[in-house]
């Protein structure tokens, strides 16, 4: 049980998309407790383990009384619903920006033993879950805004005091914006 720091906007890792686990060991175990007490610490709703510096597909979640954790999840929507709200990211300390996302998700995948996994959420775990998946394909919820969202989103990223000018932003446009804002038959 360790608080790891956490990378921030900027760093390549965030931009990578994690690999699949294939060892569901003692390692992945500690992955695991280390990003949940990370997230505890940072009052987070989820943090997914490229945040870290690893590239795993796996993240954590606190959310309405929930603490759980997925292993190498893979998201259904059961209907069309959507939900437009303020959303954030511990990579991206202090700001909100309102972000559409599916209304409702079921996310299948694994716990840190190897055993399936399915949550089914809604409202603000239907976004935790969208997000932290995001995360594990190399995209930022700042990627899913509208053009002009992005640029006010990067505006107020480069006036942070946590920004670091050395580290050229880039915003990367969601694989999924498309006529297929939603990863939808992925």
């Known amino acids: 049980m360790t608080v790891q720091p956490i990378r921030l906007f900027g760093d390549p890792v965030l931009r990578t998309p994690a690999d699949p686990v294939v060892d569901f060991d003692a390692e992945l175990r500690r992955l695991i407790a280390d990003l949940t007490d990370t997230m505890r610490e940072q009052s987070g709703a989820g943090l997914a383990a490229p945040q870290l510096g690893v590239g795993l597909r796996v993240f954590t979640f606190d959310v309405d009384d929930v603490l759980g954790h997925l292993v190498n999840p893979v998201l259904e929507f059961p209907d069309e619903e959507e939900q437009d709200g303020p959303e954030g990211c511990l990579s991206i300390p202090g700001l909100y920006f309102d972000t559409k996302r599916r209304q409702n998700v079921v996310a299948k995948g694994f716990n840190g033993f190897g055993d399936p996994v399915q949550i089914v959420g809604t409202g603000l775990m239907a976004r935790c879950v969208q997000h932290e998946t995001d995360h594990l394909d190399g995209v930022l919820f700042v990627d899913r805004l509208d053009p002009a969202g992005r ?4 505006k107020a990223i480069r006036q942070a005091d ?3 000018a050395a580290t050229p932003p880039t915003v990367k446009l969601s694989p999924h914006a498309a006529g ?5 038959g992925r």
């Open 180 to 184: 297929n804002p939603f990863g939808l």
């Open 151 to 154: 640029k006010a989103a990067m």
């Open 162 to 164: 946590w920004y670091d």
